[in-house]
């Protein structure tokens, strides 16, 4: 089975930075997708953002947009989300996904494998 493990959450003040992990294993599939997205008490899980490595392409929620990026580290097979100038209203837990397929996906359900969470909490 796909199973994946977020970690680097944790509290950090308004305008620090974090940087999130996922680790992947069990997956079969050589094209895939990454998504990251994140849910604050009381919201819906929202979109943050997502990488297709086959396709070269990325993309970002407005919300975070210029603040957050998605990498890969291929020697570690981990995925990152660099989260620069936080502010309180990015905190949530934050869960990565992954799909097959080389087209970006912004929604939910487009995606079947899910990890645990990790919690960023941003301090004013």
């Known amino acids: 089975q796909v199973q994946l493990l977020e970690s680097g959450g944790g509290l950090v003040q308004a305008g620090g930075s974090l940087r999130l992990s996922c680790a992947a294993s069990?997956?079969?599939?050589?094209?895939?997708?990454m998504g990251w997205f994140r849910q604050a008490p009381g919201k819906e899980r929202e979109f943050v953002a997502a990488?297709?490595?086959?396709?070269?392409?990325?993309y970002y929620a407005d919300s975070v947009k210029g603040r957050f990026t998605i990498s890969r580290d291929n020697a570690n097979e981990m995925v990152y989300l660099q989260m620069n100038s936080l502010n309180p209203g990015d905190t949530a837990v934050y869960y990565c996904?992954?799909?097959?397929?080389?087209?970006?996906?912004?929604?939910?359900?487009?995606?079947?494998?899910w990890g645990q969470g990790t919690q960023v909490t941003v301090s004013s």
């Open positions: 996904a992954t799909r097959p397929g080389t087209n970006i996906a912004r929604q939910r359900h487009e995606y079947p494998y």
């Open positions: 069990g997956r079969t599939f050589s094209s895939y997708v």
């Open positions: 990488a297709s490595w086959s396709s070269g392409n990325t």
